[in-house]
């Protein structure tokens, strides 16, 4: 396993604190109310009374529910980044997996919000476009904390290859209910070890690929000077 035991100075099962900023009071409320009922079922109301503001401040803070679940996927990538980038010197893997267990730490306190938006996405196609689009740029900033390239064809690849080892390893970790995270942590090493081989064999068709083409170029220009 990339690390059997890590650090963290964050209780997993701390609550979130109370939100001075209306933003994050109403991303602290829409998220409580996730909790309790499906997103489509929220109305922007309810978030107002929740949050303890009016409907004002709230279109002046987000544009909708959709700009609401995107500052909290922004505010996770806060909690991430502020713990700093991972140990340059260890393997890429285990960089990357500290940093994706740094997320699932932050995300902890708001498990049963997300559990119930995952189970709603399986038939809302609109909710889970949205929820993989947000998990993609989140993984860009994981893989930036890594120290890994996500620039190129090579770093699209990489940030969708971050993004289905997250994906497998969020299914493990919303039914992972013990303290140190044991099978999730399995879950990732093994996710992350299986994205390493893909990103071995992409390296090398990138290599590859370019000389391919030279050769196809030279044996077209023979070609046309033959006929010439």
């Not at 806060?78 to 940093?99: K, Q, Y």
């Not at 994706?100 to 997300?114: E, G, Q, S």
Request: contains cysteine.
């Amino acid at each position: 396993m990339a690390k059997a035991t890590r650090r963290t100075t964050r209780s997993a099962k701390a609550a979130p604190k109370a939100a001075a900023d209306p933003r994050d009071a109403i991303i602290d409320a829409f998220m409580a109310l996730a909790a309790e009922r499906s997103v489509r079922g929220i109305e922007l109301g309810d978030i107002a009374e929740r949050a303890g503001i009016s409907l004002a401040t709230l279109r002046e803070s987000h544009a909708g529910k959709l700009g609401i679940l995107a500052g909290f996927a922004r505010r996770i990538d806060l909690a991430v980044l502020a713990e700093g980038d991972a140990d340059p010197e260890s393997e890429p893997r285990d960089r990357l997996f500290e940093v994706m267990m740094r997320r699932f730490d932050a995300l902890a306190p708001y498990k049963p919000a997300i559990r119930r938006m995952a189970r709603a996405a399986r038939c809302d196609p609109a909710l889970a476009a949205v929820l993989r689009r947000l998990t993609l740029r989140s993984q860009r900033w994981n893989l930036a904390a890594a120290g890994i390239s996500h620039g190129g064809l090579k770093g699209r690849v990489a940030a969708s290859g971050s993004a289905l080892v997250y994906a497998e390893t969020m299914k493990t970790w919303l039914d992972d209910d013990e303290p140190d995270l044991g099978a999730t942590m399995a879950t990732l090493d093994r996710a992350l070890r299986r994205g390493e081989r893909g990103m071995r064999i992409m390296s090398n068709l990138c290599s590859v690929l370019p000389r391919l083409a030279e050769r196809g170029r030279r044996a077209r220009d023979g070609e046309e000077a033959t006929a010439a």
